[in-house]
């Protein structure tokens, strides 16, 4: 049976190889991101027959993801799967180089933004009593990771903990949480990292290894949660 998935992030990276996935796997796939023509371009990309349903729109904006929610469960006849996948990083990680306008923004897009998100899933989800929410945490949301940066690794720290509670509180309500925590994926953010050899990609995750791990927790016997799924290149 098909489901509702819907992806934040979903305009390139990681977000556009879970679309990709889930389309491919015959679900209805609700895509957001803050550029209509990048999601626009994602489309034309996808096989004939897929079912998708363009949302613009920014994490940030709370009221607009709540009306988003409305707009996605009412389209799909529910939200199954959220894929809260949307998130920043910055060139200036350091504390020797902290800039709090964009540590700031981080916070607002990597915190924030997901706490909106989720927010506007829970209702659908309860009503249904059944949802599974998988959200894009990184490796330095489990060890810190000095390349990934101060604020970056604080924010994925808050957003598996985010993801735990969601599995403290919410599984009376049948929904589930899962973060999945990667090491270095070959993306757009990732080469913004100061020092980035973009020789390394080839032997970095992946977006679609990303997207096959979504896939798998989507997958799950409902009576199980998987909290986290942590994930590393093979170090050569």
């Known amino acids: 049976m098909s489901s509702t998935v819907w992806v934040t992030g979903a305009g390139s990276g990681i ?8 389309c491919a796997a015959g679900h209805r796939v ?9 999601l626009e371009r994602l489309v ?19 009221n607009g993801m709540t009306a988003a929610a409305a707009k996605i469960a009412a389209w799909g006849g529910g939200i199954d799967i959220l894929c809260n996948n949307a998130g920043l990083n910055i060139p200036r990680r350091s504390w020797a180089d902290l800039d709090w306008e964009s540590w700031d923004d981080l916070l607002q897009v990597n915190i924030t933004g997901a706490l909106n998100v989720i927010a506007a899933c ?9 949802g599974i929410m998988i959200h894009t ?5 489990r060890f810190h990771s000095p390349g990934s940066g101060v604020v970056y690794g604080a924010s994925k720290h808050a957003l598996t903990d985010i993801s735990a509670s969601l599995n403290a509180e919410e599984g009376k309500n049948g929904i589930r949480s899962t973060a999945l925590c990667p090491a270095e994926v070959a993306t757009p953010l990732l080469t913004k990292r100061p020092g980035f050899d973009a ?18 927790v989507a997958n799950m016997n409902p009576l199980v949660a998987v909290h986290e799924i942590v994930l590393a290149p093979v170090r050569r």
């Open 30 to 38: 609700a895509l957001t991101a803050r550029s209509r023509d990048a």
């Open 44 to 62: 034309d990309e996808l096989p004939t027959g897929a079912e998708t349903l363009i949302v613009a729109g920014d994490v940030t904006d709370r």
């Open 137 to 141: 945490s990184s490796w330095a949301g």
């Open 199 to 216: 020789s390394t990609l080839a032997d970095m995750i992946q977006p679609e290894d990303m997207a096959r791990t979504a896939l798998y």
């Open 122 to 130: 829970l209702p659908f989800m309860r009503t249904q009593q059944n």
């Open 15 to 22: 977000g556009a190889a879970l679309v990709k996935a889930f």
